[in-house]
C-alpha cells in the first residue's frame, strides 16, 4: 500500500524559480526550452520576463565544460544567479526504484526554489534510493519529486497530461516527440494506480538524469538509444 504525506503542498513563490540544465561537450542541453520555461514562469508569477542576454551568458558559462550541471536562479527584481557544478553520469545504465506516496495535489507547474515540501517527502522515504511517486488521493498519477512518469504497456507509452499539477519537463517533450519519431505509440491522459500495477516499465524523465526506468523493455531501449543519440 502507498505510504501518505499527509502535508498539502506548498512554497514560497517569492524565493523564486530556477533551472537545472545539462551541459555536454561545452553545449547546455534543450536551453532554449528551459530559458522559455524559467520565462513563462517569470511573466505568471512576477508579471515580467527574463533580462535579454541570459541565453548568451549561459552559452558563455557551458564554454569548455566536457560534462556538468548548470543552475540558473531568478528572483523577481534580482539579476539571473548562475552556478556550474560536476555532473559524472549519463544515461544511467541501473534501474530506477519507485514508491508510491499519497498527496493531497501536485507541486506545480513551476519549478520554484523553494522545495521544502519536496524534500520533506524525499527525507521520508522509506525505500533506500526509491523515487516517491506523487499519487493523488483519488488514485492519479502525478510525477516523482525530480521527474516526469510514462508507463510502457505492450510496446505504449502514457504520461499524465500537462494540466497545471505537474512540471511540463523539457525531456518530457523530448521523449514524446523521440517516441512519435521512432513510431512508438505515445498517449497524454490520465494515469490510474491501476495503471501503475498494469504496466510492464516505468519510466522517468529530467534534465540531468535524462530517462530511467524499472525495465529494460525494448520499447525503453529504442528511447534511449535516441535519447543518447540526441544529446552526444
Do not use: C
Not at 510502457?152 to 512519435?180: H, Q
Not at 525495465?215 to 534511449?224: D, Q, S, Y
Amino acid at each position: 500500500m502507498a505510504r501518505k504525506f499527509d502535508k498539502p503542498p506548498e512554497a514560497d513563490a517569492s524565493r523564486g524559480v530556477f533551472e537545472t540544465i545539462l551541459v555536454v561537450a561545452g553545449r547546455p542541453h534543450e536551453l532554449e526550452s528551459h530559458l522559455a520555461r524559467l520565462d513563462h514562469s517569470a511573466r505568471a508569477l512576477y508579471g515580467a520576463p527574463l533580462a535579454d542576454g541570459l541565453a548568451a551568458e549561459l552559452a558563455q558559462a557551458a564554454h569548455g565544460h566536457a560534462l556538468v550541471r548548470m543552475r540558473v536562479d531568478h528572483v523577481p527584481g534580482a539579476a539571473p544567479q548562475v552556478a556550474v557544478s560536476p555532473f559524472e553520469e549519463l544515461l544511467p545504465e541501473r534501474a530506477a526504484a519507485i514508491e508510491p506516496v499519497l498527496v493531497a495535489g501536485g507541486f506545480g507547474a513551476h519549478k520554484l526554489a523553494d522545495r521544502s515540501w519536496l524534500e520533506e517527502i524525499e527525507a521520508s522515504s522509506e525505500g533506500e534510493g526509491a523515487r516517491p511517486l506523487l499519487v493523488t488521493t483519488a488514485g492519479e498519477l502525478l510525477e516523482t519529486t525530480r521527474a516526469n512518469v510514462f508507463l510502457e504497456r505492450g510496446g505504449a507509452l502514457a504520461t499524465p497530461p500537462l494540466d497545471g499539477a505537474i512540471l511540463p519537463g523539457v525531456v518530457r517533450s523530448l521523449v514524446i516527440a523521440l517516441a512519435r519519431r521512432l513510431r512508438i505509440a505515445i498517449a497524454e491522459r490520465p494515469l490510474s494506480v491501476a495503471d501503475l500495477e498494469a504496466a510492464d516499465a516505468v519510466l522517468l524523465t529530467s534534465s540531468l538524469r535524462l530517462l530511467e526506468w524499472t525495465v529494460a523493455t525494448p520499447a525503453v531501449e529504442r528511447l534511449r538509444d535516441a535519447l543518447a543519440a540526441e544529446i552526444t
